[in-house]
């Protein structure tokens, strides 16, 4: 084990930490799964793309306490057949909230702030670890309609009736380090993490050292899936679990069973993604694969556009499943582009993707 040199996290790196050049041709650091498997620690190429991800979070944290070697091993090694009966502590890039869920999460961590300075210390401490984006979107009604001026007549009634509640998440925005908050009439909380805050791969800067990771969260609402349409891994959780994400603490799920999901041809005219979604939800409720990760592969996905993959993805609670993933193509690609990313961030996105040999995967060798 060593310390790394911020000092708060210790790493057995199995000599994972790789580098790759990105379009500006700097270096970016990340935790290499191909190097952990040619280091001899489990069978990797072998792994779900799901698994790869959860594995990478877990090597990337390893800190010999929270989450320990034995996490990374296990995982490295999981069974198709038969998954080790063990919990995996899972900490994820960001948190996503609306603000019907949000607001008491949020009035938890101003509480805290309250308790703290009673106690002596500076109320400042108190800050949320990861990313938190927070979208008002659960708080309209409909008052007018039929005429030119309803959005507008709706929207102001909006702001009058929640006048409380939007002074304070103004007034938290501005407290709370790594809070964010999207304006009402922005659009329903799962199109605006789709067309504007997932990045498929995060990069953060700390001591001059650029590391790169999969974009990885947790939402409270159960519909949080429709990201991974876009191969971002999400899924719903309670608001104490939100919490606990936003203070760095690991979400914790017992080591998922995995379906994959073989998808050839295309859609023949006429025939639309939500005739695909509730023949899909049909067929997968049937397998019973409540509380598994599902992922969609073959080279029917290239066939499917965005939206209709976010489709497939945002009906997973009607099927049961914690995850419904797709990969990350050009596609994919095209789509960060047309929803106006930055075009350097999402050639970065193919660098990294293909360094962690998540791109093109061979899927004759994973095990579902």
């Known amino acids: 084990m060593k310390e790394n040199s911020e000092g708060r996290r210790l790493h057995h790196l199995w000599d994972t930490i790789q580098s790759f050049r990105d379009s500006s041709d700097a270096p970016v650091e ?6 952990l498997e040619k280091a001899g620690v489990g069978h990797v190429s072998r792994l779900p793309l799901s698994l790869r991800i959860v594995l990478e979070s877990l090597l990337r944290n390893l800190d010999g306490s929270v989450i320990r070697e034995d996490n990374v091993t296990s995982l490295s090694n999981w069974n198709a057949a038969g998954p080790v009966d063990e919990e995996i502590p899972f900490k994820v890039s960001r948190v996503l909230m609306q603000d019907f869920t949000g607001v008491p999460a949020i009035v938890d961590l101003a509480a805290m702030r309250d308790a703290v300075s009673k106690l002596g210390f500076d109320p400042g401490i108190v800050q949320p670890q990861v990313p938190v984006d927070l979208v008002i979107d659960h708080s309209v009604q409909v008052d007018s309609f039929g005429s030119h001026d309803s959005f507008i007549i709706n929207r102001e009634m909006e702001l009058k009736r929640n006048h409380e509640r939007y002074s304070f998440l103004k007034w938290a925005s501005g407290a709370f380090r790594n809070f964010r908050v999207m304006p009402p009439s922005l659009g329903i909380v799962h199109q605006v993490n789709l067309e504007y805050l997932a990045t498929c791969v995060s990069v953060t800067e700390s001591s001059g050292r650029h590391v790169a990771y999969p974009d990885t969260l947790v939402g409270t609402d159960s519909h949080t899936t429709m990201v991974n349409g876009i191969g971002v891994l999400g899924f719903g ?23 994959g999901v ?10 639309t993604a939500t005739d695909l979604t509730l023949t899909m939800t049909q067929l997968l409720r049937k397998e019973n694969v409540v509380g598994k990760f599902v992922e969609f592969y073959g080279e029917g996905v ?42 350097k961030h999402v050639e970065n996105v193919r660098r990294y993707y293909e360094a962690q040999q998540f791109w093109n995967i061979d899927y004759s060798r994973v095990e579902y």
């Open 262 to 271: 073989h998808l050839t041809g295309s859609l023949r005219e006429g025939v």
């Open 237 to 259: 959780v309670g608001g104490i679990e939100a919490e606990a994400a936003m203070l760095d603490q690991p979400v914790t799920f017992a080591q998922p069973e995995v379906v």
């Open 30 to 35: 990340f935790y290499s799964l191909p190097a």
């Open 302 to 343: 290239s066939k499917l556009s965005i939206p209709d993959r976010a489709t497939l993805s945002n009906m997973c609670p009607e099927y049961g499943a914690t995850i419904a993933l797709f990969p990350v193509d050009d596609e994919t690609l095209s789509y960060l582009l047309a929803t106006a990313r930055d075009r």
